[in-house]
């Protein structure tokens, strides 16, 4: 039998909470495989998860896209006997097509009479006896054959397989991702996510200058995102009305720095109703006028609720490589424009400056358009499990 063996990584820096986050993890992991027939075991330092072969694809498939996970291995299990665990090892060596070998033992059954270094020994002579051509190499080797040894059932594994790390999605807050068609929003999500939080989205849209495919965009966007948590809320903003004021009373330098500050008072009275903790964005210092460091500052200056903004400090080239990973690149790149892109002003303000935007912003109603925008949001709700119908609301 086989069993997948998962290792923590990070978690296991939480020393009251890991109950906590190992119990999340858990959860999200039975969740996305319960429809597979398979029996999840807890321990402290790692989980077993036993499953049918025919499965392993699938199921290795959800375990890559479950954060919280360091690693993990595809183990063989034995009997915890030295015929036993010789023989897996012996079958396992004479299977593998190598020249340089390690064993490597890690025994918790202290009731076995042989120390780990003294077993590696003589595992690694059962295989040097039996196969031609290889010899041991502690330092660099082809492959490395692990045994663990514990109470009654023992494991053995080649592959140590790279999960994708940060703490399970749930064990921090929600957080509102401002979720726009391009490249840099989805990522950052994603990597918000990673650090556990609970993440729904905000898209703001400005038909008819937006078309519905740019809309549609962005319900794919949020479909690839959902695979990394169970299930996502789409918030979709109608902005037309607050965007044609802006252009109609503002300085067309400045329309895109008083857009962005609408959101973002938009995005705090959503997260208040929606109980959100903090604003997520895919803003990239220096990316565009309104993303350097003074127009952030003028920006930001709209709200108290902390601003997130994961791909910050990564290069457009990262940002495309994390996009590209994610499987989100391909549909951020259709052409379809979004609110942003539709009213670009030749000339942007690089360095606004916050008394010309409240000057601007007291010709525009803009307390009770933001009101009617947040009660008249949509919701979509996108989940994991099936394929979502939205052809009503298109
Ligand atoms: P690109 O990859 O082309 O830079 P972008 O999505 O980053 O696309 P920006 O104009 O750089 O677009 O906007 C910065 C951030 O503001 C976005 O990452 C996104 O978080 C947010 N944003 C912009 N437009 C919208 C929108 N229409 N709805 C929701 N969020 C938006
Ligand atoms: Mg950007």
């Given at each position: 039998m086989k069993v997948i063996l998962i290792k923590y990584g990070e978690l296991i820096t939480k020393k009251g909470n890991r109950k906590?986050?190992?119990?999340?993890?858990?959860?999200?992991?039975?969740?996305?495989?319960?429809?597979?027939?398979?029996?999840?075991?807890?321990?402290?330092?790692?989980?077993?998860?036993?499953?049918?072969?025919?499965?392993?694809?699938?199921?290795?498939?959800?375990?890559?896209?479950t954060f919280g996970i360091y690693k993990y291995h595809i183990a063989e299990c034995v009997d915890t006997n030295r015929e036993s665990i010789e023989q897996k090892v012996l079958e396992i060596s004479q299977n593998k097509d190598f020249h340089t070998f390690k064993i490597e033992v890690k025994r918790s059954d202290k009731t076995f009479p042989i120390s780990s270094l003294e077993y590696a020994k003589i595992l690694g002579g059962i295989i040097l006896k039996n196969k031609k051509n290889i010899s041991v190499d502690v330092h660099q080797p082809e492959i490395t054959i692990t045994v663990e040894i514990k109470h009654g059932v023992s494991y053995v594994y080649t592959d140590s397989i790279l999960g994708s790390g940060g703490y399970p999605v749930g064990t921090q807050e929600k957080g509102l991702l401002m979720l726009s068609g391009g490249i840099d929003s989805p990522v950052a999500g994603y990597l918000a996510m990673k650090r556990g939080i609970r993440v729904?989205?905000?898209?703001?849209?400005?038909?008819?200058?937006?078309?519905?495919?740019?809309?549609?965009?962005?319900?794919?966007?949020?479909?690839?995102?959902?695979?990394?948590?169970?299930?996502?809320?789409?918030y979709i903003v109608p902005f037309t009305q607050i965007q044609e004021e802006i252009y109609k009373n503002c300085n067309p330098d400045y329309c895109i720095t008083i857009m962005r500050r609408m959101m973002y008072r938009i995005m705090e009275e959503l997260v208040k109703k929606f109980q959100a903790?903090?604003?997520?964005?895919?803003?990239?210092?220096?990316?565009?006028?309104?993303?350097?460091?003074?127009?952030?500052?003028?920006?930001?200056?709209?709200?108290?609720?902390?601003?997130?903004?994961?791909?910050?400090?990564?290069?457009?080239?990262?940002?495309?490589?994390?996009?590209?990973?994610?499987?989100?690149?391909?549909?951020?790149?259709?052409?379809?424009?979004?609110?942003?892109?539709?009213?670009?002003?030749?000339?942007?303000?690089?360095?606004?400056?916050?008394?010309?935007?409240?000057?601007?912003?007291?010709?525009?109603?803009?307390?009770?358009?933001?009101?009617?925008?947040?009660?008249?949001?949509?919701?979509?709700?996108?989940?994991?499990?099936?394929?979502?119908?939205?052809?009503?609301?298109?």
């Open positions: 906590f986050f190992i119990k999340k993890l858990e959860e999200n992991l039975r969740h996305k495989l319960k429809k597979f027939d398979i029996k999840i075991q807890i321990e402290i330092s790692r989980m077993t998860i036993e499953f049918l072969d025919s499965d392993l694809k699938e199921i290795e498939k959800v375990i890559q896209n729904d989205a905000v898209y703001f849209e400005a038909i008819p200058h937006t078309s519905l495919e740019a809309r549609n965009k962005v319900i794919e966007l949020t479909k690839k995102l959902v695979q990394y948590t169970n299930c996502m809320h789409l903790k903090v604003i997520i964005n895919g803003e990239s210092i220096g990316q565009v006028a309104s993303q350097t460091l003074v127009s952030m500052n003028v920006i930001n200056a709209v709200t108290h609720i902390p601003v997130i903004r994961p791909v910050a400090c990564l290069d457009k080239l990262e940002i495309m490589d994390i996009a590209r990973k994610i499987d989100t690149y391909d549909i951020s790149i259709l052409p379809y424009e979004d609110c942003c892109t539709v009213f670009v002003p030749k000339h942007p303000v690089i360095h606004p400056r916050l008394d010309m935007c409240v000057k601007m912003e007291e010709k525009i109603p803009y307390q009770e358009m933001i009101q009617k925008c947040v009660e008249e949001v949509q919701v979509l709700k996108i989940t994991d499990q099936e394929e979502s119908d939205f052809s009503s609301l298109l």
